[in-house]
């Protein structure tokens, strides 16, 4: 079975640039996650959604930064203008749920980002 | 501030010895923890969970402790292998079931 499926896996660019991170997720969860890495912060949570729908996204950074899920099989992140401090791993991650969540995600191999 | 702790970036363990990480957090609502298994270049794997009305539970050579009262859980991993070398997240889930992570612990297992 296809895991979560995250393109490109590296995005090289210049600062000021458009930065635009896929995900495909596991067919049928219906929670989709969006997470950073970084050292100094380890893992945050960006955003999720639930049936398509954001339903939290105080973790996303600024305004810079947006998230799309138009269907249950494609989401977006954005990054518009990207900065350096924007350079990280993005992990796309995808969750099966029957009521309540409770916790087990399905992370992506995830986009490294380097923003020069 | 974080809500989900662990001190340790790093920890080396000789194989055929147990490890021991741990995770604090401080969150009382809370009622699922689980931790995470990463490769580099791979995406987190779930390894283990545990709810809040258990104290300890077993999968093979990992085993999780939580202590509510201390707002602690430890994985224990009994015998190290080097295989395990990777880095650890614990995580925390609540009522609204986005999981917190924290920034992860990285294992070595030497030969």
């Known amino acids: 079975d296809a895991g979560v499926i995250q393109s490109p896996r590296h995005e090289v660019t210049e600062m000021g640039q458009e930065v635009t991170l896929r995900c495909k997720p596991i067919s049928g969860h219906d929670y989709l996650f969006w997470y950073r890495q970084t050292m100094m912060r380890g893992l945050e949570l960006l955003i999720y959604?639930?049936?398509?729908?954001?339903?939290?996204d105080s973790g996303m950074p600024e305004d810079r930064f947006s998230a799309k899920m138009p269907n249950a099989s494609f989401s977006t992140l954005k990054i518009q203008p990207s900065e350096p401090r924007d350079s990280a791993v993005y992990f796309c991650a995808s969750s099966p749920t029957s009521g309540r969540v409770t916790g087990e995600l399905f992370f992506g191999e995830g986009s490294r980002l380097t923003v020069l | 501030d974080q809500q989900v702790k662990q001190n340790s970036p790093s920890l080396s363990v000789q194989e055929g010895r147990i490890s021991i990480l741990n995770c604090d957090y401080t969150?009382?609502?809370?009622?699922?923890f689980l931790w995470y298994k990463k490769y580099p270049a791979e995406g987190p794997t779930f390894l283990i969970s545990i709810s809040s009305i258990k104290d300890k539970n077993e999968d093979g050579r990992f085993t999780v402790f939580l202590n509510k009262s201390a707002k602690h859980l430890s994985l224990h991993i009994v015998p190290s292998q080097p295989g395990d070398s990777a880095v650890y997240f614990c995580?925390?889930?609540?009522?609204?079931?986005?999981?917190?992570f924290g920034k992860g612990t990285k294992l070595s297992v030497k030969p």
């Open positions: 959604f639930n049936n398509n729908v954001p339903i939290d």
């Open positions: 995580a925390a889930s609540g009522s609204q079931g986005n999981l917190i």
């Open positions: 969150n009382s609502m809370f009622d699922y």
